[in-house]
Nanobody
Framework: QVQLVESGGGLVQAGGSLRISCAAS????????MGWYRQAPGKQRGLVASISSSGRTTYVTSVKGRFTISKDNAKSTVYLQMDSLRPEDTAVYYC??????????WGQGTQVSVSS
């Protein structure tokens, strides 16, 4: 079964940390570009960070230096370590898996809430 399952969201105070995970199944994980997107109420979904099959990472400017994306190919899991969280980071975070010409998948999302 092809699916992405996120976990690890929750409520944290500003300045705190949280790690969210996304376990993939049914895909060739090591060949995929994995990404984390987020969508806040009333806003469009946007890319937060991505990691290519070779391990190259990209980040949206607002999270650089605070968030770290990583992956474990053996576990088919991608992580997003979020430090120094701010209230504006509050959103539903979605995992994405892409392999051009093969698949473009979304997880169900996990809520991250940061209180001030």
């Amino acid at each position: 079964q092809v699916q992405l399952v996120e976990s690890g969201g929750g409520l944290v105070q500003a300045g705190g940390s949280l790690r969210i995970s996304c376990a993939a199944s049914g895909i060739s994980f090591s060949f995929a570009t994995m990404g984390w997107y987020r969508q806040a109420p009333g806003k469009q979904r946007g890319l937060v960070a991505s990691i290519s099959s070779s391990g190259r990472t990209t980040y949206v400017t607002s999270v650089k230096g605070r968030f770290t994306i990583s992956k474990d190919n053996a576990k088919s899991t991608v992580y997003l370590q979020m430090d120094s969280l701010r209230p504006e980071d509050t959103a539903v975070y979605y995992c994405n898996a892409e392999r051009p010409g093969s698949y473009f998948l979304w997880g169900q999302g996990t809520q991250v809430s940061v209180s001030s």
